[in-house]
């Protein structure tokens, strides 16, 4: 048996290591540029703290601040990562594609570019989405509250790990539509499954806004609103490339597989 999986252990291996160094490669060139990242990233939160300045009784609008003697280093870092990933995206995807690869057939294969353009575009679409709809009606609303009678003090490193998983969550979110078009092309899943399996969705998408969002109602269902509605767009993107058979096909595709086994006759006698 470890004879057998052994060769998709080694290449497993060698997916898998292409992936960490295109990680590490693009983290040193990432870490060049952290500071216009790093200010693109916290754009969102500083818009936030003038509107809390505008409507706050206090003078101060909020600081941003560290609590660590190396957190701007520990940030640096963490934003490198962050962004080491997301320019990673198109190659991860690409081995991911060469690791199932193996067992497609040769018209399959060739889907390797369309499967590494709409992953990485509805990834980015998934983080941009993120970032200018969904943080700043999330952070007006977290930093806002209260602010009439505290000064905010946000600390820049649990903002980063805030900022990145919210990134992430949606990015992969967006991804949805994408892998269902690959599995319906792979006949691994046609409509009339995921119909049945909506209602099960909709209690897995709200467990996920809850986990990767803050804990406000607002932020949860700016993300489970359009995981339901790409879950619907996967709907019909798996109805028009696997469309599920109708009843009536069923039952002539297995009466005429069972003509051909003669389990017809067997019944009968």
């Known amino acids: 048996m470890f004879d057998d999986l052994r060769p998709h252990l080694v290449e497993l291996r060698k997916r898998l290591g292409i992936s960490v160094g ?14 216009p990242i790093l200010e693109w990233m916290v754009e969102p939160l500083n818009v936030a703290l003038i509107e809390v300045g505008k409507k706050s009784l206090h003078a101060a ?30 190659i991860i995807l690409s081995q991911l594609w060469m690791f199932v690869a193996p067992g497609l057939y040769a018209n399959e294969k060739k889907m390797i570019i369309p499967f590494i353009l709409g992953g990485t575009t509805m990834f980015l679409v998934g983080v941009l989405f993120a970032y200018y709809v969904v943080t700043p009606f999330g ?3 977290l930093i806002t509250f209260g602010s009439f009678k505290f000064t905010p003090l946000i600390n820049i490193e649990d903002y980063v790990g805030f900022f990145t998983k919210i990134m992430f969550g949606f990015g992969l979110a967006f991804e949805l539509p994408v892998f269902a078009y690959f599995l319906a092309l792979l006949g ?13 969705a909709v209690v897995l998408i709200f467990i996920t806004a809850a986990l990767l969002t803050p804990p406000d109602v607002l932020t949860q269902l700016l993300m489970a609103g359009p ?22 096909e069923e039952e002539e595709e297995v009466e005429s597989i069972s003509e051909m086994l003669g389990l017809d006759e067997l019944s009968t006698k």
Do not use: C, W
């Open 61 to 90: 609008e909020g600081m941003v601040t560290t609590s660590q003697v190396g957190g701007a280093f520990f940030v640096a870092l963490k934003v490198s990562f962050f962004a080491a990933i997301v320019a990673s995206i198109p």
């Open 22 to 35: 295109s990680l590490v490669v693009m983290f040193f060139v990432m870490f060049y540029f952290h500071e």
């Open 139 to 141: 952070f007006d609303f």
């Open 188 to 200: 691994l899943v046609d409509d009339r499954q995921m119909i049945s399996f909506f209602k099960y």
């Open 227 to 248: 995981l339901i509605i790409l879950y619907g767009l996967s709907i019909l993107i798996v109805k028009a490339v696997n469309p599920a058979a109708d009843e009536d």
